[in-house]
T-cell receptor, first 111, second 114 residues
């Protein structure tokens, strides 16, 4: 089993749609969780951290479910500019700062 | 302020040659990471440096790969006797110690081995 797993997609949605991604992780001791966004042929950029209490940033909501060992990202009112690959990132906290990136979920938002 | 910079942006080399890739992290960031991303694939962790601690080299795919970080700042990733399967984008990232684990990435070096 991979340490971090994501549905690769692609997700094809119309503008204005709500779309949700899930990511599962295998190490129950993991402490830090993030969502990154990567545009085609660009470097990943932090989208948001994921806190135990859940957090929201505009149209984006991230949640953590420790019992089931998954994190989620919800995008409301999708924009064309949201088209990208969304990477789930987990820090297992087994001795330092090593982080594990999921393979990413591709999102295409269409007009 | 200045972000993470990497050089060269593109490198084409012949199979069997050695290459050096450079990363300049954000000033004040004590953690530095190297990743590799093949076309259409996710990020593969290679190595990280944290302050003066011994680096975690667990992700290096073979002994042809090595990395140094001098003075706690600039890092160089060296690939010896390059192979075609080494072709990928090599990404460097840095982060603050003890504040967060949020990583800031450089634009990457696209390595092509012919």
């Amino acid at each position: 089993r991979k340490e971090v797993e994501q549905d690769p997609g692609p997700f094809n949605v119309p503008e204005g749609a709500t779309v949700a991604f899930n990511c599962t992780y295998s190490n129950s001791a993991s402490q830090s969780f993030f969502w990154y966004r990567q545009d085609c042929r660009k470097e990943p950029k932090l989208l948001m951290s994921v806190y135990s209490s859940g957090n929201e940033d505009g149209r984006f909501t991230a949640q953590l479910n420790r019992a089931s060992q998954y994190i989620s990202l919800l995008i409301r009112d999708s924009k064309l500019s949201d088209s990208a690959t969304y990477l789930c990132v987990v820090n297992p906290r087994t001795g330092g700062f090593k982080t594990i990136f999921g393979a990413g979920t591709r999102l295409f938002v269409k007009a | 302020g200045a972000g993470v910079s990497q050089s060269p942006s593109n490198k084409v080399t012949e199979k069997g040659k050695d290459v050096e890739l450079r990363c300049d992290p954000i000033s004040g960031h004590t953690a530095l990471y190297w990743y590799r991303q093949s076309l259409g694939q996710g990020l593969e962790f290679l190595i990280y440096f944290q302050g003066n601690s011994a680096p975690d080299k667990s992700g290096l795919p073979s002994d042809r790969f090595s990395a140094e970080r001098t003075g706690g700042s600039v890092s160089t990733l060296t690939i010896q006797r390059t192979q075609q399967e080494d072709s990928a984008v090599y990404l460097c990232a840095s982060s603050l110690e003890m504040v967060s684990y949020e990583q800031y990435f450089g634009p990457g070096t696209r390595l092509t081995v012919t």
